[in-house]
Each structure stands twice: as C-alpha cells, then as structure tokens.
C-alpha cells in the first residue's frame, strides 16, 4: 500500500504517462484508501458468480446477469483442480476464456483463487493432491477428530500453493496487458470449522514454543489487549484467546507466504475475505471460522501476512447494528474496506452506501448468476433488481463517487430496525433524515428498514444527495442556528460523463412539508441551500 510519500510519486508517474503505474493498484492517504484503474479512483460496482459458475458453459448465465445489474466487474473463482489438474502441468484456458468474454461484455474482473481453502475445507485441491492424505494432510481436532479442513502446518501443501499461484500470477502478467483484472482474492474463507486450532503432533509442537518475536511488539500486543513485554508460549501470552490466535497465526503466515511469492512477479492488489463472527459478542472460535481473518485478530494477519492488500468481510449477518458494525471495525488506517460479498437480498442493498462513504473500494453481492437452478428471467431479475437499480443510477457516476469517496466528502445514513430519525453533520449545516418516504398504504412495522442516503459535500452549501425510502431537511448551524433559511434550488437529474444533467427543478410540493423526498426508486438530487 503506498503512504503519502509514495502516493506523490504515483501521481508524478501517472502524469508522465509511466506504462506501470497503469497497474490497478490500492492507495492511502490521511487514512483513507482508493483503488485506482487507469490511474483514476475507481467505484467496484461488482456481483459475484456462483462457486461453480467459473465454467464456459455457465458464463452465458453470468454476462446476462451481470448486464442486468448494469455493474462494472465480476467477481469469479478460478479452481486450482482444473488449472493443476497433474502435478506441474498448468491449463490456463478458462483463464483465457474469462479474460476474452469478459472484454466482450466491457466488465472488469477480480479472479478469486480456490485453492487450498474454501470455506474452511480443502476441496478445490486437485485430485492427486485429495489421494495423499498423507502428504498433503488435514488438521487433527481435540481426541484425534477428523476434521474437514487443511493444515496450514504442511510444507508440501504450502509449497504446491505456492508454485501453482505464482504460475497463476506470471501468466496474467503475460496476458492481461489491458488490466481487465483488477484484484486477486487469495483463497477463499480460510480457516476451520468444529475446531479451534490444529491438535496434530507437528502443530502442538510449535504451539507449546515461543510466540514469535513479531507478534511480540508493544503496538501488537496492545491491539490484542496484551500487556506490553509480555512473552512466552502462546498459553502465556494469550491465554484463553491461545487457540484462536496460533490458528489465525499459522493460517495468516502460509497466505502470506502464497501471496508474497505471486506478487513478486505481478504486484496485482491482494486480498484475503472472512467468513464473520459476531461482532458485538466476541464469541470464541467453536462458534465460528476459526483462523481465517475475523475482526479479532487482524492485527495478526497484518503482521503475518503484509502482502495481503486487505482484509475484506463476507456480509451475511442480519440486523444493521451488526453490519454497521463489521464496516466499523474493517474500516481501519491500515486496510481498505471493500465487501466482496454479501447475501443477495434486499436489505444488503442500501450498505452499499455505508461502504461508499467510509473510502471503500466496492460492493458485491454473492450469487448473481441462475447457477443452474432454472429460474425463468423474470424470477432473476426481481433477485437482481434491488442492486440494478442502484447500479443504474451509480454507474455513470463512479468515477465521481470514488474520487469524493477517498476525499471524505460523503457522508450517508441507512434506516435502522426502530426506523429512527438520523442526522449527518455537513458543517454548516445539519441534514434530518425521516425514513419511510414513497410507501404507500403502509406502515414503518409493515415495512423492512431499507431505506438509505448518502449525502455529497460539493461547497458549504451546495450538496448531492443519492438516496430510497426517506426525506431530507436541511438545518443551519453555528453561528447561523436559529437564523431563516430556504433552498436555492433542488435539481433532480443523472450524471453522464461526470456532469451533472439537470432533468426538472423541484418545488413546492417537492420540497415543502418535510423536505425532498427520495421514494422506492434511487434518484440524484443537487442540493443548494441559503440562509436569508
């Protein structure tokens, strides 16, 4: 990631029009992030395909899918047991594949590499690797249970990873010369079900040793809630957290190790997803992914694994004061936030704009495509439509929004389960949100919470606002308090090559009683307001 010193020169290299700096890439400054495409910051309006829909005879499913939602990259798997199908013999046509159809259809992609972890389990391994259990082993659970999910101890497994990723990562370099792919995920989920570490003889071994020295750091220590100049075995530093942090430990180091090596010959961004804990409950691991990089032990997997980009949450927890709080704690100085799945429902729909406003990178939701269920057009478009809609408006906007995105000048609210009035401080002003705008004959209990806006900060008076389900009112502030004030003028448009068209003035009706409302349907409005 560059800091700001690095930044500068990214810039200077851009302008001198350096081939190199073109590379999608992900920067920090002042703590927040962007990616940037074509040396520009760029939105990820994204949908991911189905675990098995990576296959040319499903891709048909995919690209109508993804013109559907009008969106701008496909997230999808490529599998390890096809590209390594025999030991060091590498097949990169569904690679090929991907890359050409995808141009075709004027979208972008982030590969996700199934390989030695998906969601917890190791079955994207190939074949000759699932016929020698011995050589390329599982974990050992507590009294010598079997448990369905690969040693992050094994060296032959490590190495195998290794050497097919980094074949993976070198053939992009050679074909991929137009930066149709932007990120690479580097497994998927990673971590282990029904056991909290691995137990087995080589894992207790290192378990009953000395925490390593990076680990030990005063910084470190304090972000895991250790006492500084604590040190000894993992049961003396961490205690009852021992299990959870030797597993997050060893599975972070072998990532790390798996990405280092591919982005030695393509420094493509990386990044790792987690399947989530609850946030508010600080559970421990028997009631989640152990290992994988939940919220608890980031610190670990930064240390761990430094060439891993971000960490990215999977959103499919329910209840907004859970997601907001995942957001909350994925949002971090050091990692970019970016939600490279979450259920696709419409609820999940409106934290989109909790993502956009907190400088994230993008927004996906999981399971685009029909994936063979023989759901009639109709059926998939009504699953698609809450995230169509949205895209539709965002789209010829994007580049707008990242840019304001990573210079902190949105700012959004989404309707919560008690539908609650919220405020957003803009300065000058204060904007009142009231939820529930456009529903007609209904109740706030009748109703699921999915209204939302997010608010643009153009001048101290002038705003763009992109929302559903709610209205705005304008208060002055500060010195200006109690003083009278009206809007200038409330636009209602759309974007195209990132101007602002006008479609009609609002008013009277529109803005008068409460404001101008935002109904079922995502609309852009440009905001002017003045105190008289």
Not at 37 to 52: E, F, T
Not at 183 to 195: R, Y
Not at 271 to 300: F, K, W
Request: charged share 20%; net charge negative; proline share 6%.
């Amino acid at each position: 990631m560059l800091k700001r010193t690095a930044w500068c020169l990214a810039l200077v290299l851009l302008c001198a029009g350096n081939t190199f700096a073109q590379l999608p890439s992900i920067i920090e400054k002042d703590g927040r992030h962007a990616l940037l495409v074509d040396g520009k910051p760029y939105l990820i309006l994204g949908g991911q395909a189905h675990n098995s829909s990576g296959w040319p005879a499903m891709l048909p499913q995919v690209w109508q899918a993804a013109e559907t939602m009008h969106l701008n990259t496909v997230e999808i798997p490529i599998y390890w047991e096809q590209i390594e199908a025999l030991p060091g013999k590498f097949d990169f046509s569904l690679v090929d594949t991907l890359l050409t159809q995808a141009r075709a259809h004027n979208v972008h992609l982030v590969l996700l590499w199934f390989a030695t972890w998906k969601n917890g389990s190791n079955h994207y391994m190939p074949e000759w690797m699932k016929k020698d259990a011995a050589k390329y082993p599982n974990i050992t659970g507590l009294n010598n249970k079997h448990i369905d999910s690969p040693s992050p101890h094994s060296k032959a497994t490590l190495e195998a990873d290794i050497k097919a990723f980094t074949a993976v990562m070198t053939y992009l370099k050679q074909v991929d010369t137009q930066h149709t792919i932007l990120m690479v995920q580097v497994e998927n989920e990673s971590g282990s079900w029904d056991s909290m570490r691995d137990y087995s003889p080589t894992a207790q071994k290192l378990f009953e040793e000395n925490v390593p020295q990076a680990l030990l750091k005063p910084e470190v220590l304090k972000a895991l809630s250790i006492p500084a100049g604590t040190k000894g075995t993992w049961q003396q530093v961490f205690g009852d957290r021992a299990d959870e942090y030797f597993q997050a430990w060893s599975i972070s180091s072998y990532i790390g190790q798996v990405a280092a090596a591919g982005k030695a010959v393509y420094p493509l961004p990386l990044y790792v997803n987690a399947a989530l804990r609850d946030p508010l409950t600080n559970p421990h691991s028997n009631t989640y992914e152990s290992g994988g990089p939940t919220d608890n032990v980031i610190p670990i997997w930064k240390v761990a694994a430094p060439a891993i980009d971000l960490l990215a949450p999977d959103i499919y927890l329910s209840g907004s004061e859970r997601v907001l709080k995942v957001l909350e704690l994925y949002d971090r100085p050091d990692n970019t936030l970016f939600v490279p799945e979450a259920g696709l429902v419409a609820d999940n729909a409106k934290y989109m704009y909790e993502v956009i406003a907190r400088g994230g990178i993008g927004f996906s939701p999981f399971g685009i495509d029909d994936n063979g269920h023989g759901s009639t057009p109709e059926e998939l478009n009504k699953r698609l439509a809450p995230y169509a809609q949205e895209y539709a408006v965002l789209a010829p906007m994007m580049r707008e929004l990242a840019q304001w995105a990573f210079e902190g000048k949105i700012k959004a609210v989404v309707e919560r389960e008690d539908h609650a009035e919220q405020t957003i401080d803009l300065g000058a002003w204060q904007a009142t949100i009231a939820f529930g705008s456009g529903r007609e004959n209904t109740t706030k209990a009748d109703v699921p919470p999915d209204g939302k806006v997010m608010i643009v900060q153009l001048s101290e008076n002038k705003f763009m606002a992109i929302g559903t389900g709610c209205r705005i009112t304008f208060h002055p502030t500060g010195e200006n308090k109690d003083r009278a004030w009206q809007y200038l003028k409330v636009e209602e448009g759309s974007y195209d090559n990132g101007v602002f068209k006008p479609l009609r003035i609002l008013n009277g009706d529109e803005t008068d009683f409460g404001g101008p409302r935002f109904g079922n349907t995502p609309k852009v409005l440009q905001i002017e307001v003045i105190v008289r």
